[in-house]
Structure formats: C-alpha cells, structure tokens
C-alpha cells in the first residue's frame, strides 16, 4: 500500500498574518498596502525590479491601483505583502499560486521586492515564514520556484533559499515579447527539515555581529546540518 494512500486534500492559504521577530507577512485582501507598495517600488527608479515579471513599470499610481486592484485581489491567486518591523511599511511582496490541493503543491512567485528590501533579514524571514506555512501549517509536500533563465539573481535566491533545481523548460514563455526558458526549483516535504533548521540557525540574534553582518551564510549553516544526517 502507499505510504500516500491516506494523504487528503490540503487547505487552500488562508488570510492570517504571519509574524516573526523582524517581519510581518500578510495575506492580502484590500488595498490598505498599495501605496506603501507603489511608494517602496518607486525606489527603483528606473524600474529594474520589474525586468523580468511580465507587468511593470507602471506609469503613476493610478495606474497601479489600477493593475494591483485585478492581480492582488484575484480568486486564484494568494498574494502577501511583506513589512519589516523596522519599517511597518509594505516593501514587497510574493504571492502561491498554481495551488494544487489535491497533490500539496504550490508554487512561490510575484517575487518583487524594493531595494530597501533585498537582500536583507528580513525578507530571509519572509520567506522562511512563507515556507513554514505551506509545509508546516498545511502540509503541502512540494513548494516550487519557477523564474527566467536569464535570471541570475533569481536563481541565485532559490539556491541560497535552499531549492532544489529540476530542470529548465526551453521556449516556456513570452514575456515582454521575449523569449523565456524557465529554471524550475523546489523544496520538498523530507527537504524542508533541514532547510527549517537552516533557517532558524541562521537566523538567530547570535549569527550576526553588532553591526548586522552574518557569520555564518543560510547555506553554510544548511550544508552542515545536513552532513549531520
């Protein structure tokens, strides 16, 4: 018999914060977030951040009210915004998407993050948090990554995340009227034990110096627990 035989459908995101040490995440379900999200947006000014997502930049506020009112709000889609404590300001945000309940599958994507945000601890968090609740909370037995192959910072991110690469779809897309081969990752259910424990070791007050700098890198601390098992 399949050790999967009594594995039931998971429960779609819901719409409950999440909230660590140094970062909020939450679920969106109004506007409250959009013009914090279009001010930390603005700070790339020449809209870098948006390069290789297949909308932005946008040409003034109304015109993203406009796009984030149908793409934040959608049905199918769970969209979270992303506010560091220091701030309590909305600075980015990712979202689930292609759920498949039945099988516990659901994908990380929407990445955009403002430069005041990148690269920083807190959004490492942000996305332990989301990783937390897709594998912890809800039991789902496979978190994908999905971006441009042309996407070096990207991949980058979901190698140093603790993804897994599976492969690239040739010819996947068309965004922005170019072509896109897609880098496929993941995490899954027996991965995530030590990308969890790699996380949290990371992420504790005692890896960083009094100026903020790690001691040890997310992937140092995850490789050497996983040599432990």
Request: hydrophobic share 45%; with cysteine.
């Amino acid at each position: 018999m399949s050790a999967l035989a009594n594995y039931g459908p998971r429960q779609l995101p819901g719409v409950t914060l999440i909230e660590g040490r140094l970062v909020r995440v939450e679920p969106i379900v109004d506007d409250r977030h959009f013009d914090a999200l279009f001010a930390a947006f603005a700070q790339d000014g020449e809209g870098r951040i948006f390069d290789h997502l297949p909308y932005g930049p946008f040409a003034d506020q109304a015109a993203f009210r406009r796009w984030a009112e149908a793409t934040y709000l959608a049905d199918n889609i769970r969209f979270h915004a992303i506010l560091p404590s220091a701030t309590g300001r909305a600075e980015g945000v990712a979202a689930l998407m292609r759920t498949d309940t039945a099988n516990g599958v659901t994908e990380i994507g929407h990445i955009c993050l403002a430069p005041s945000l990148q690269r920083s601890r807190a959004a490492s968090e942000a996305f332990y948090l989301i990783m937390n609740r897709v594998f912890d909370e809800l039991g789902y037995r496979r978190l994908e990554w999905k971006c441009n192959d042309r996407n070096q910072s990207s991949k980058r991110a979901a190698e140093r995340l603790g993804f897994v690469y599976e492969g690239l779809f040739r010819q996947h897309m068309i965004v922005k009227g170019r072509n896109r081969d897609t880098a496929w990752y993941a995490i899954i259910d027996c991965d995530w034990p030590v990308v969890k424990a790699g996380f949290e070791a990371w992420l504790a007050p005692a890896n960083f110096d009094a100026e903020g700098r790690q001691q040890r890198a997310l992937a140092e601390m995850r490789e050497g627990l996983a040599a432990l098992q």
